[in-house]
């Protein structure tokens, strides 16, 4: 018996080492705090250890090599983790590390400048920043009339209109109710590619309904005419039958409408916070749909012959995915997501396609532990970049107009919780070079090209519509 007991204690180490990293989660954070700050430093800044915040790097300075090191160790100098964090755990301990570098705090709230009225250099195009609607309610989507006017939707429940010599409208009377309630709302507005002779006009919302007693609600969408202030003659274009609607108010939402060249409508829907429903397509959360104008399924939809598959799916394995935008030229359809906490991504969306999400993600959750160890998977798409820390990546355009020259086919790209306004360049589908045209001026929702070729921006806290125009 003796020499077994003499084994036990290295193999109840083992195990109890093997338990922890399948025990409880635990917060990323909290474990570098306990486990590496005594040599590298409570603000990684290093002390026996060297500074992981500087861009010194002995082995490397790739998620990889971060990972490897924390798993293997150095001989000599410091011990590997791998019996103590599991793969998932050393993946977000590069999230946490990555955040750290980049100044990011997820509890931080940001502090918001006054917008400034002189004018502000960037490196292709100095502009100023005019305001054009203020003391509004979250804008939330912006869609311009072929005649100029700028249409734009309040998360509270309101569609107006920004007439040509800058006045705004009353809100538009008789628009459907929506439900108010955490991310849900009045959410984006789209105008149809032939407006002047149809006069529709596309909104989408988080729609109000009651489930044996319990308020619920999911996404829909619905198009309508503007007639004398009055919003007239809707018609419900996709609304899911109520067994997929989810407990109301809540997260996840999605909602961008675009329109393709041929003229089929696209609009993408969050996962409601249920992460796994995206990877099913017989539920429509977490997918970018595809439609005929009127709401038809197209015959060529990729799951519409599947049996029980939501026929309207597109793509599916998407989180929030709230920037749509078909790029000129290549007709290529581009969209942002929102990541959980890291891997906000940057897509280009293809027909059947699996975005992965929750199986693979650069991100992790917002209370510090993991949600997988793996970022790539056979079968699932690769992001074209992702911001990690997060950025909260909202609505995207193309800029198509003249006024900046330079900044012709850019990508624009706005971020809620960092408040920035991206430019993006973007060549043969890959990410170039990037710059942040605005910062910290207010969480910023929604950017579209005007007519005008200024550009507009939908900002929230505090709640304004701005556009860009060149500095004289
Ligand atoms: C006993 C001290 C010690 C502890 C504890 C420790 N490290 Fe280290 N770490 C070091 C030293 C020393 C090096 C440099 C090794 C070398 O010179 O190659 C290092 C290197 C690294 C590197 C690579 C840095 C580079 O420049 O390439 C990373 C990343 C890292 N540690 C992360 C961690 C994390 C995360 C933890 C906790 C889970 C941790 N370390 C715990 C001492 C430590």
Known sequence: ???????APSFVALTLAAACAQAAPRDIGKFYAQNCAQCHGRNLTGGVGPSLMDDQWIHGSGDDALAKVIRDGVPDAMDGF???LSEAEIRAMVVFIRERRAGFSSSENRATRPQPTETVPSELHAFKIETVADHLSTPWGLAFLPDGRLLFTEKSGELRIVERGGVLSDPIRGTPAVRDSGQGGLLDVAVHPHYAENGWIYLAY?????RDGEAVSLTTIVRGKIRDGAWVGQQTIWRAP?????PGGGVHFGCRIVFDRDGYLFFSH?????QDDAQNVKLPNGKIHRLHDDGRIPEDNPFAKQPGAFPSIWCYGNRNPQGLAFEPGTGVLWETEHGPRGGDELNIIRRGANYGWPVIT???????????????????????THWTPSIAVCGIDFYTGDAFPRWKGNLLVTALAQQELRRVVIEGGKVTHQEILLKDLGR???VQTGPDGAIYVALNQPDRIVRLVPAK
Do not use: C, H, W
């Open 82 to 84: 791998r019996d103590e």
């Open 1 to 7: 018996m003796l020499p077994r007991l003499i084994a």
């Open 206 to 210: 988080s729609d109000p309904a009651t």
């Open 444 to 446: 910023v929702r929604d």
């Open 270 to 274: 969050g996962e409601r916070g249920r």
């Open 242 to 246: 109520l067994e997929f609607y989810r």
């Open 362 to 384: 650069y991100g992790m959750n917002y209370n510090g532990t993991p949600i997988t160890a793996i970022t790539a998977k056979d079968g699932m798409e690769q992001p074209v």
